[in-house]
């Protein structure tokens, strides 16, 4: 049964890994919309600090000038770094 959990965590977190190097290419392409979708996949398969994925997601909306949306993930971003704290 542990053996199980731990193989889900393992999957998980390399799920996690893997939508946020995705956003971080299309960032890089400048693809802001698919961005977004990857860094929200991202977001969807780990609750934990996740500071980093929410800064790329407002960035990725500061680009598209969608500010609020840019400001309620830059606000969640300070919120990781003050839970963690």
């Known amino acids: 049964m542990v053996e199980d959990i731990n193989t889900y965590m393992i999957k ?10 995705r956003g971080i290419e299309y960032y890089n392409k400048k693809e802001y919309e698919i961005a977004i979708r990857c860094f929200s ?21 500061y680009q598209l000038r969608k500010y ?12 990781e770094i003050q839970s963690n704290m």
Not at 50 to 61: L, P, R, V
């Open 12 to 21: 998980d977190f390399q799920a996690k890994n893997y939508w946020y190097a």
């Open 41 to 61: 996949r991202s977001l969807e398969c780990d609750k934990g600090s996740e500071f980093d994925t929410w800064y790329m997601k407002g960035n990725s909306f």
């Open 68 to 79: 609020d949306e840019a400001i309620k993930c830059f606000s969640k971003s300070v919120s």
